[in-house]
C-alpha cells in the first residue's frame, strides 16, 4: 500500500525562507488586527468606563 511509506519532501533555503517571511506577514497581519479592533472597541465603548477609581 502507498501510505506505508511516506515520503519526506527536503525545502530548498529559498523556500525555507519564504515559509518563514510569510510567517512573519502573517503575524504581523494578525497583530494589526488586534490593535486596531482593540482602539475600535475603545473608542466605541470607551466613554461607558467610569472616570474615578473603583
Same mark, same amino acid.
Given at each position: 500500500?502507498?501510505?506505508?511509506? #511516506?515520503?519526506?519532501?527536503? &525545502?530548498?533555503?529559498?523556500?525555507?525562507? =519564504?515559509?518563514?517571511?510569510r510567517?512573519?506577514a502573517?503575524? #504581523?497581519a494578525?497583530?494589526? &488586527?488586534?490593535?486596531?479592533?482593540?482602539? =475600535?472597541t475603545?473608542?466605541?465603548?470607551?466613554?461607558?468606563?467610569?472616570?474615578?477609581?473603583?
Amino acid at each position: 500500500m502507498a501510505d506505508d511509506k #511516506l515520503e519526506m519532501i527536503e &525545502l530548498t533555503e529559498r523556500q525555507k525562507k =519564504a515559509r518563514r517571511s510569510r510567517s512573519v506577514a502573517i503575524g #504581523l497581519a494578525l497583530g494589526a &488586527l488586534v490593535v486596531i479592533f482593540y482602539v =475600535a472597541t475603545f473608542i466605541k465603548f470607551g466613554h461607558f468606563m467610569p472616570n474615578g477609581p473603583m
